[in-house]
């Protein structure tokens, strides 16, 4: 009997900027497959992950827009028109790059795997990696709609249930881990409604157009790929909306009523991190953190979430302090490289907890009107899918966008390298495609003979290490 695999496909994407002065930027597509090892599947020395296109960035110049703008012409980048075909120009770009692959979707084809048993593999669409607003662009969803279920939708608007709007999004919310979104929903409501005038297709979550992936087989679509983005969602938002939005505003309150002003507070919440005493592996921020003015990288919130608590104990009311620690809680967890059910459990239990803490009726977040009851930020709402996620698609870290970001450098030193005219961007996609090939004549070579004694030639030799295959080239 024939024996049969499948070759879970990885796609990701994230705009960034070639140049320093940010006039320069790429959109570029990468792909990999879930077989590969984690650890090295986005490492750029091992060309395990390829840049297949450059998606298409529609803007015009600076000025062109800033003209525009002050002379009132030209502002059809803001209609809903301009933004149906730009959305369109992107799916038929990466549905074009996934052409040859979704040919073979269905029936599979034939391959040497690693271990040298010839296979029927069928390549499916698993993950797809990116930020927030690229995964509403991919998904063809309308923000701030949840990618994984119907928060902020309606389930079904001739259900009577849901005619009254308000209702909507408290029901959603009770409903959220209930009622997944997925890509059969999404068809079944697109084609249901697409014609119907009486049913807005944006109240329920979607725009008229149909994403790339729609003939992808087996259930496999975009709306299943997507998923948790660590980076932007639970490390960024610690700064972005438990300190700025809840906790300071909520010490500000408190303190407000016993005659403190808001220097004064900052001045002693700052000087609380500056006093930290120094420990091995444990960063001072010796100006604090509200009055430098400074752009924090995550990796800096994450060395404050190691002193946060100490610095929050006497300043912030309890509430506040039990915000934090739930959040921190998440944090860790989600993080986890591993997970078992017991782990997963903490994880879940952590988020209820976490938002139990927010949102309860007698708290103090929603008594000074911090949160709303009904509500929340997507960004935010997204934990509630972490654990689920876990059980579906494996441990978060690996589909945060942080792992894939190691590959811009490679697109940034070919910028660097072109001689920035209007080919650059033809210059940038061939170059990586050149050196990928190099890299894998270099691999055969290797193989083809290896012996320690060619390995430890090749590693004097400077640009061709097998060690320090990044700089390869
Ligand atoms: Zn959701």
Request: hydrophobic share 35%.
């Amino acid at each position: 009997m024939e024996s049969a695999t499948i070759i879970p496909i990885i796609l990701t994407s994230d705009k960034t900027h070639l140049s320093g002065s940010g006039s320069a930027k790429a959109w570029p597509l990468f792909i990999t497959i879930g077989n590969i090892s984690n650890n090295i599947r986005f490492s750029p020395g091992y060309q395990c992950a390829q840049l297949i296109a450059l998606i298409p960035i529609i803007h015009g110049d600076y000025l062109t827009k800033h003209i525009a703008k002050m002379s009132g012409i030209e502002t059809h980048h803001e209609t809903e028109e301009f933004r149906h075909w730009s959305r369109s120009v992107v799916h038929a770009v990466i549905r074009d790059v996934m052409a040859p692959i979704e040919r073979v979707m269905r029936n599979g084809v034939r391959m040497t795997c690693a271990d040298g048993a010839e296979r029927l593999c069928f390549p499916l669409l698993c993950e797809y990696i990116g930020d927030m607003p690229e995964q509403w662009l991919l998904t063809c969803l309308v923000q701030p709609a949840c990618t994984k279920c119907l928060y902020r939708g309606t389930p079904d608007a001739n259900d009577p249930r849901f005619t009254r709007r308000n209702a909507v999004n408290k029901i959603n919310q009770d409903l959220a881990n209930n009622h997944p979104r997925t890509d059969t929903h999404a068809l079944e409501h697109r084609v249901r409604y697409r014609n119907d005038e009486s049913v807005p297709l944006r109240a329920l979550g979607y725009h008229p157009q149909i994403p790339f992936s729609i003939n992808y087989p087996f259930g496999t679509g975009i709306i299943d790929a997507v998923g948790p983005d660590l980076l932007h969602q639970i490390s960024k938002c610690f700064m972005d909306y438990l300190m700025k939005e809840w906790i300071w505003n909520l010490m500000k309150i408190t303190w407000k009523g016993r005659g403190f002003s808001k220097a004064q507070l900052k001045m002693e919440f700052d000087s609380r991190f500056a006093l930290i005493p120094g420990y091995t592996g444990l960063r001072r921020f010796e100006h604090g953190v509200l009055t430098k003015t400074h752009a924090w990288t995550v990796h800096e919130y994450k060395e404050m979430m190691k002193v946060i608590l100490g610095a929050l104990i006497g300043l912030c009311p309890s509430e506040g302090i039990h915000l934090v620690m739930e959040y921190l809680d998440v944090h860790r967890l989600a993080h986890y490289s591993c997970h078992t059910d017991e782990s997963l459990a903490w994880l879940e239990n952590a988020v209820d907890q976490f938002f139990e803490q927010l949102k309860s009726a007698n708290g103090p977040f929603i008594k000074h009107g911090l949160v709303s009851p009904e509500s929340e930020t997507q960004k935010i709402h997204y934990q509630r899918h972490y654990a689920n996620t876990v059980r579906e698609k494996g441990a978060l870290p690996s589909s945060s966008t942080d792992r894939t970001e190691p590959l811009h450098k490679l697109l940034k030193n070919a910028w660097r390298r072109s001689n920035k005219g209007k080919d650059s961007i033809d210059f940038v996609l061939k170059e990586h495609m050149t050196l990928a090939a190099f890299q894998s004549h270099i691999d055969n070579f290797d193989s083809g003979g290896a012996s320690e004694d060619v390995e430890s030639d090749d590693s004097k030799m400077p640009g061709f290490s097998l060690k320090d295959r990044v700089d390869v080239r």
